[in-house]
């Protein structure tokens, strides 16, 4: 991966001597820096906490804006859509299913179904990206036919234990996702949006 160009501010705080043994032996445990091991607690507690990001930069440099809805929740899963557009043209280049299986959220014992759905499939996108994926050109192999290349529905045979494991597994990159792949086209233009209408 490139090296990170996000800003970084210099602060100071006071915690528990307790806290900072513990987070010491769980930075050590991982090996780790402390300072990066606080930085991955802070941002998975931001995911897991509705501040996932909501525009994301690819490695190609391309600036894309998630937009995201509810779509399903039911016995069988809870479902977000995200339309990932690309403020360059003005245009949606691409519309996701991102969702959470019915085990997956029992196991993980989650209250707000809709909330971490939400949460998980921004993580997911963010993720994608650092991989070097453009989110645009996403397609998905989970379910047959070319009108679900663009759905994916998290089951409990690809997913840890815990919430939290799963999370951080997605912030270090160890996690891997068997079903996506990235195609040659963008999702608009594999599904018929000629590409001299993204100029107009």
């Known amino acids: 991966m490139g090296e990170d160009k996000q800003k970084t501010t210099n602060i100071s705080i006071r915690i528990p001597d307790d806290y900072r043994k513990r987070l010491q032996l769980q930075a050590d445990k991982k090996g780790i820096s402390f300072n990066a091991h ?6 998975i ?7 996932g990001p909501t525009s994301v930069t690819s ?9 995201c809805e509810p779509y399903l929740d039911n016995v069988d899963e809870t479902t977000w859509a995200y339309f ?8 949606e280049r691409a519309y996701y299913l991102i969702g959470i299986g019915r085990t997956v959220l029992r196991d993980w014992q989650i209250k707000d179904k809709g909330t971490v759905s939400k949460e998980i499939g921004l993580a997911l996108l963010s993720f994608y990206n650092r991989q070097g994926l453009e989110i645009d050109r996403l397609t998905f192999n989970q379910y ?12 409990v045979a690809e997913v840890p234990e815990t919430l939290e494991q799963f999370l951080e597994a997605l912030v270090s990159d160890k996690w891997k996702d068997k079903f996506a792949e990235q195609s040659d086209r963008s999702q608009d233009i594999r ?3 000629p590409e001299s209408a993204l100029f107009r």
């Open 59 to 67: 490695t190609s440099g391309r600036l894309f804006q998630i937009r």
């Open 38 to 43: 606080v930085l991955r607690v802070i941002e």
């Open 191 to 193: 599904r018929g949006r």
């Open 144 to 155: 047959p036919g070319p009108d679900n290349d663009g759905r994916r529905i998290l089951q």
């Open 84 to 91: 990932i557009d690309e403020p360059k043209y003005e245009k």
């Open 45 to 51: 507690h931001m995911m897991n906490s509705g501040f």
